[in-house]
């Protein structure tokens, strides 16, 4: 079978699916799109899309890279906040930290192209890949402080990209930030004005021609001390989130207000 019409195979099958899936650059690069647009939230079948994709093509020798994409003006207005309520809470929120440890945590570097709102859980997966091209008009940000909540993966993965202060800046405001913005404080890593493209040069030029087996242990030598802080502090926000914070009146509160489009009202407890 060809590699053209191995893709065309692919998409196929996942016609219903949340996630377009294609293998191109005869087979050295995954592409995966977020093919729910314009929100493209990362909800339970998104989530589940993606490990899936990731756990079928990530062990392929030839495999060079990911490029992590969207459908629409916007990469993602984040998770589902229904799926952030106490019943279902704990199943999303440990299915979204297994995705984002599998990027953290994967065999080759995968990028990210990011246009429009990038926000929530969206950024937190984001976040967990190797390099960020932006398009000018992006907006990235944790606006979960506003729904009384915290951003359990952000809270371990952003730190360690752009250092403790600038994290906690976005954390603790839940404001959004510009490209450029992003770019000066190392959230992203290029601009671009079709930052597909600009993902799709990069991989072109840099990582197509290497050996894909000796960068499978570049990428493993780099990541190897991020990968075990994050993992292990995951487990601890985690527990912090569903044991402690999610029993309290504010944050079921929150996120009651925002679903039912109303104020909400704190007794800061």
């Known amino acids: 079978m060809s590699q053209a019409a191995a893709t065309t195979v692919q998409q196929s099958a996942a016609a219903d699916s949340p996630l377009k899936v294609s293998l191109e650059r005869d087979g050295r690069l995954l592409k995966l799109t977020l093919a729910r647009p314009k929100a493209n939230i990362v909800d339970a079948a998104?989530?589940?899309?993606?490990?899936?994709?990731?756990?079928?093509?990530?062990?392929?020798?030839?495999?060079?890279?990911?490029?992590?994409?969207?459908?629409?003006?916007?990469?993602?207005?984040g998770a589902s906040v229904d799926e952030h309520l106490p019943d279902s809470c704990a199943q999303m929120l440990k299915s979204l930290h297994q995705l984002v440890l599998r990027l953290v945590e994967s065999p080759v570097p995968v990028l990210v192209a990011v246009r429009g709102q990038c926000l929530g859980g969206g950024l937190e997966v984001v976040a967990a890949c190797n390099l960020i091209f932006a398009a000018p008009n992006a907006q990235l940000g944790q606006p979960e402080i506003k729904l009384a909540v915290f951003a359990p993966?952000?809270?371990?993965?952003?730190?360690?990209?752009?250092?403790?202060?600038?994290?906690?800046?976005?954390?603790?405001s839940g404001r959004s930030v510009s490209a450029e913005e992003a770019l000066a404080m190392g959230l992203v890593s290029v601009i671009a004005e079709d930052p597909d493209q600009a993902?799709?040069?990069?991989?072109?030029?840099?990582?197509?021609?290497?050996?894909?087996?000796?960068?499978?242990?570049a990428v493993r030598a780099a990541r190897q001390d991020t990968a075990l802080r994050i993992r292990a502090k995951i487990a601890f926000v985690e527990k912090l989130y569903l044991e402690e914070m999610m029993k309290t009146h504010d944050s079921v509160e929150g996120l009651t207000a925002f679903i039912e489009k109303r104020q909400p009202t704190w007794l800061d407890r």
């Open 199 to 217: 993902a799709l040069d990069y991989f072109d030029k840099h990582l197509a021609p290497v050996s894909a087996s000796t960068l499978r242990y």
């Open 153 to 172: 993966a952000a809270s371990c993965l952003l730190p360690e990209r752009i250092g403790q202060a600038q994290a906690e800046d976005l954390l603790f």
């Open 46 to 77: 998104m989530i589940a899309a993606l490990l899936q994709a990731m756990e079928r093509h990530l062990k392929e020798p030839r495999l060079r890279g990911v490029l992590l994409t969207a459908e629409g003006p916007h990469f993602s207005f």
